[in-house]
């Protein structure tokens, strides 16, 4: 017979019966497959940690939110969030559902290119474009989305030079009711700004005003915020159409949807209080319906969702390292995934599980990850089952920013899995290794021999 290991014996406050003020506590659930394959199978082929992300996911969800949209508005137009997700096989799966590029730097700028994006298709946002970004994207006829007056002017220059016509809208910023209010991208609406740029971007002959633009936040738990943006871009352009006669072809409104995660400090979990794609839908499309811009030139509406379309597609799977017991007797677990892997966990409590249960007797548990650095805290306190050395975790809805905001800090960074719509894994990034890694370094001379 084996012989039991020794558990050292907890004291839990027995809650049974008693609900609290969110209902009876719920059980952990392990989570052992993914689309149908082996927690086990992934990390003991690929290893550990690991991303993983479902392509089933990532495509319904997108169907999800165009048709929350096209139901109510039939001119609708999503673009990728490079930024959110720039691995080019989950970009190119947004592109094979219809989405166009929206970029934020002349990196992303390449990339989308480099997919097989028309310039044509690209939205150019963000302060930060050079002189070559902004000659490339008017060459291409990308839509540059303006950010503010020196940029402006620096359009005003160049396009002449190009020959072409520079194709513009500006980012407006605006009051929803949402604090802090974002007043550092683009040009304010309610002090005038945002209209004086209009005044000298109509009468210039190498551009055209073809939209207007916002991004109100992130993580927006107000569909009401947007109903306002909207009404706000619908009188400026009402105001266009009178002033000079011109007629708007889009009305960008961003991304910002909330995804299900659940905010440090929030009061209950993301996933009952996450608006959804209806509700905003509701809100942006019943306000342009609202709006007063002539019937015959409702603008297309564009979309630049990312955390809430792919937040869900997205697994990091990991081991347990060790267990430990803290000074004030508090267990703590440290596993294989560090914040450097989970950028996202400095801001949400994420939602992490065992891949399958062995005891259901949980304890308040402090889950670190293995980097030599104290801030590296998965979940600060979370009632937990114990866990053993090698058994597995696997953490949800990590899809948004983390394989773009990742740190390479002290380890490898690991490989990306994606598994297709009949289940096949396939790798769309490899782990980083000693030859990448040193790859950009350079030695001088002086200090390729050390003796010691
Ligand atoms: C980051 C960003 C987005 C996507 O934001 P989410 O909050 O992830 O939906 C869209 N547009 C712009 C301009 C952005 O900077």
Request: aromatic share 10%; hydrophobic share 40%; glycine share 6%.
């Amino acid at each position: 017979m084996e012989k039991l290991k020794f558990e050292r014996p907890v004291i839990n406050r027995i809650n049974a019966g008693v609900p609290d003020k969110f209902g009876m506590s719920t059980a952990i659930q392990p989570i052992s497959h993914i689309d149908d394959v082996a927690v086990e199978d992934l990390l003991s082929e690929y290893g550990s940690p690991l991303y993983v992300i479902s392509e089933k996911s990532i495509r319904n969800t997108f169907r999800e939110a165009l048709s929350a949209f096209k139901t109510r508005y039939p001119k609708v137009q999503f673009a990728w969030s490079y930024k959110t997700n720039y691995l080019n096989a989950v970009c190119n799966i947004y592109h094979q559902e219809g989405s166009w590029a929206e970029v934020v730097s002349g990196f992303e700028f390449e990339k989308a290119l480099a997919n097989g994006v028309p310039g044509s298709k690209i939205i150019f946002n963000g302060p930060d474009k050079s002189k070559e970004d902004l000659e490339r994207a008017i060459e291409h006829g990308s839509l540059i989305h303006i950010d503010h007056f020196d940029e402006l002017y620096e359009i005003m220059s160049l396009a002449p030079k190009t020959g072409k016509k520079a194709k513009v809208a500006i980012r407006v910023n605006m009051d929803t009711g949402i604090y802090p209010h974002w007043d550092r991208f683009g040009f304010n609406y309610e002090n005038g700004e945002a209209w004086t740029a209009i005044n000298k971007i109509m009468p210039d002959p190498n551009m055209e005003l073809i939209g207007l633009h916002t991004h109100i936040g992130t993580y927006i738990m107000t569909p009401n915020a947007y109903a306002i943006a909207t009404s706000k871009l619908a009188a400026l352009t009402v105001r266009i159409q009178l002033k000079y006669n011109h007629h708007l072809k889009y009305l960008d409104l961003g991304g910002g949807f909330a995804s299900k995660n659940t905010l440090k400090g929030a009061y209950l979990p993301g996933s009952d209080t996450c608006p959804t794609f209806d509700d905003y839908a509701e809100a942006i499309t019943g306000a342009l319906s609202n709006s007063d811009i002539q019937y015959d030139h409702m603008p297309t509406l564009f979309l630049e969702t990312g955390r809430a379309l792919i937040d869900d597609a997205g697994y990091l799977l990991g081991s347990v390292l060790a267990n430990k017991r803290l000074l004030d007797g508090r267990r703590s677990l440290i596993i294989d995934i560090g914040v450097n892997n989970l950028f996202t966990s400095f801001w949400y409590e994420h939602h992490i599980v065992p891949s399958k249960i062995k005891q259901r007797d949980t304890e308040d548990t402090t889950i670190y990850g293995p980097l030599c650095m104290n801030i590296d805290i998965i979940r600060a306190a979370i009632q937990f089952p114990v866990l053993e050395k090698g058994d597995h975790v696997v953490i949800k809805r990590i899809g948004a920013y983390n394989m773009t905001q990742w740190m390479q800090f002290i380890t490898y960074r690991p490989k990306v899995v994606l598994i297709d719509l009949e289940g096949k894994a396939h790798v769309i990034r490899e782990n980083e290794n000693h030859e990448s890694m040193n790859a950009l370094d350079k030695m001088p001379n002086h200090l390729k021999e050390i003796q010691l």
